[in-house]
């Protein structure tokens, strides 16, 4: 291909995936309640959006749901990985078939399963309702095979010769599990959390269905904005949504791009 | 002769224990209990109605399979070049495009798709431009109709999973030694051959993650066919929606669960034919995790 023709494909693709963003972001401004013709420049639907007390309730919720979810996701991933790594061949391989199914299910299946569930033992019980617990243990479960398949290469990849020389040297094992392994394996730790965190935040299937009327998250809040009439705050939030995600973006590229010269120089020195 | 039992809870099972609750609790039980609503009417006796029952949304089934069939084709189609060219750009500049790929995906996928409701409209931003240039070549302009087709479907699709398509792609091409294309074009390939033989046969397993990736949440959508299909199509997701939350008179667990069983069928047949094709790799979505 030559090199024009590279250029205008991929300015083609990338016009094609933010074309929709750019809309929403010059919407935003809107001087009126309209999403075709734009007059005038105003930040009167910010100003809505800070007001509306459903949306930054929500946007609180989806934070405590994502937050929790991912750090007991972690946990218990982790320590499963470690296990699962030690487990012969054929274990292993169950362990995962099972752990791949909510990856690998349509997640209005994974949904639904779980709401079905949460209805039968609601009915059997009498005690619970659908809303705040529901919500995190679907995404807890949906969340512990990510974590579990971002641990379980880098334990493979490690040198086991490091922790039986903590054990010869008197180190007990949990003492040596702390010390040793959890370093080693630490990225993938933190890699699983950071996916398990995003994909609860921006999770709406699974919510969906198992949330309840009582405790909305905020892709549910905006689910039932495209259910009522249009208002421009929905573009107001998509826009700072999107602000916050570039900025938080850069920050990390950013720091790759540093931790790589780092290296870099330290290989040179 | 005693034989030493191994003690059920050594340290190695006590690690996994929570795990393996978990999963049986809110994966393996919830999967049981959909087929056991299927088989199942709401007495709880045997029956085999609910799977006789759902034969009338043939059509539907079908048309969710096609629009997901052909957007996954589509995405094949646009992401393979973008993916190509991404990978023999400088490593440095290779990170930002990514990054500049992935960035969308971060935006919830209601609110992209809400967004081409405004461009798509009737009195939309296409329409509307369009319209403008109609009126100055003083043509007359009556306005594509594209909101509420299966168009409009295919076209979300494809906009909200093309993504995923792409990030597999690139990983598996960046993976390619290089030295073998090197090796090819000094005993006189051409380029079209070196693609032939060397870089597309070593990027199976990244257009089968793609395809699945793509497929999967295509074939199983109601919120692209909600919004952007109107009320006209409803795709095998709308209905099962429909039956677990829909108006209560509306709500049929039973048939919702053996509509459900038949999705998750499809998925497994699917990954079955995907997986012939791709016997060397090890796991499902294994270019998932960029």
Same mark, same amino acid.
């Given at each position: ?32 309640? /309209?999403? /075709? ?24 919720? /989806? ?59 609601? /009915? ?146 | 002769? +005693? ?15 929570? $795990? ?25 006796? *045997? ?10 949304? #043939? ?8 629009? #997901? ?7 094949? &189609? ?78 979300? +699709?494809?906009?909200? $999973? ?32 070196? *693609? ?62 053996? &509509? ?31």
């Amino acid at each position: 291909m030559s090199k024009h023709l590279k250029r205008l494909y991929s300015f083609l693709i990338f016009a094609f995936l933010y074309a929709p963003i750019l809309v929403m972001v010059v919407y935003s401004f809107n001087g009126i309640k /309209s999403r /075709s013709v734009f007059e005038g420049f105003s930040l009167q639907w910010y100003k809505a959006l800070f007001e509306d007390s459903l949306i930054l309730e929500s946007f609180s919720n /989806s934070l405590i749901i994502a937050a929790l979810s991912a750090l007991i996701a972690t946990v218990i991933g982790t320590f499963a990985a470690v296990g699962i790594n030690k487990m012969k061949k054929r274990t292993r391989s169950a362990y995962l078939f099972v752990n791949n199914i909510p990856v690998v299910n349509p997640d209005i299946v994974t949904a639904i399963s779980m709401m079905i569930l949460f209805v039968f033992f609601v /009915s059997v019980t009498k005690m619970f309702e659908m809303g705040f617990w529901t919500l995190l243990i679907a995404h807890i479960t949906f969340n512990i095979p990510y974590v579990v398949l971002n641990v379980l290469p880098k334990l493979r990849g490690m040198d086991n010769n490091i922790y039986d020389a903590a054990l010869d040297l008197g180190c007990p094992p949990i003492k040596s599990f702390f010390k040793v392994v959890l370093p080693q394996i630490m990225p993938g730790i933190v890699t699983g959390a950071i996916m398990a965190f995003t994909l609860s935040l921006d999770d709406f299937i699974i919510s969906y269905f198992n949330s309840g009327t009582s405790f909305q998250t905020l892709p549910i809040t905006i689910y039932s904005m495209t259910k009522k009439p249009y208002s421009p705050k929905i573009n107001a939030l998509s826009t700072l949504l999107f602000v916050f995600v570039l900025v938080l973006m850069l920050i990390v590229n950013l720091r790759q791009t540093r931790t790589a010269k780092d290296k870099k120089k330290k290989e040179k020195s | 002769m +005693m034989k030493t039992k191994k003690p059920f809870f050594s340290a190695k099972n006590l690690t996994v224990t929570p $795990y393996a609750v978990w999963m049986v609790l809110f994966v393996l039980i919830p999967i049981g209990l959909v087929v056991y609503f299927a088989f199942t009417d709401a007495n709880g006796t *045997f029956t085999l109605e609910n799977l006789s029952y759902i034969k009338r949304y #043939a059509e539907t089934f079908w048309l969710s399979v096609e629009l #997901a069939l052909i957007s996954t084709v589509i995405c094949l &189609l646009l992401a393979y070049p973008m993916a190509f060219i991404i990978a023999k750009m400088p490593t440095e500049r290779q990170g930002s495009a990514i990054l500049l790929i992935m960035l969308p995906m971060w935006m919830n996928f209601l609110i992209r798709t809400y967004a081409w409701m405004t461009i798509l409209e009737n009195n939309g931003i296409i329409n509307r431009f369009v319209g403008m240039i109609a009126q100055w070549l003083q043509i007359e302009f009556e306005g594509f109709s594209m909101i509420n087709t299966n168009g409009a479907i295919v076209l979300g +699709m494809v906009y909200n $999973y093309l993504p995923y398509m792409i990030l597999p792609i690139y990983t598996v091409l960046t993976k390619i030694d290089n030295s073998l294309i090197e090796a090819a074009r000094d005993l006189g390939s051409s380029s079209v051959h070196v *693609f032939r033989r060397i870089i597309a046969p070593l990027s199976v397993p990244g257009v089968i993650s793609g395809i699945t990736m793509v497929f999967v949440p295509a074939v199983s959508t109601f919120i692209i066919s909600y919004l952007l299909g109107g009320g006209k199509t409803y795709l095998i997701g709308n209905i099962i929606e429909n039956y677990f939350l829909g108006s209560s008179g509306a709500i049929n667990y039973n048939v919702g669960a053996a &509509l459900s069983l038949l999705l998750m069928i499809l998925i497994v047949v699917s990954m079955g034919i995907m997986n012939h094709f791709d016997k060397d790799s090890e796991s499902v979505g294994g270019g998932m995790i960029v």
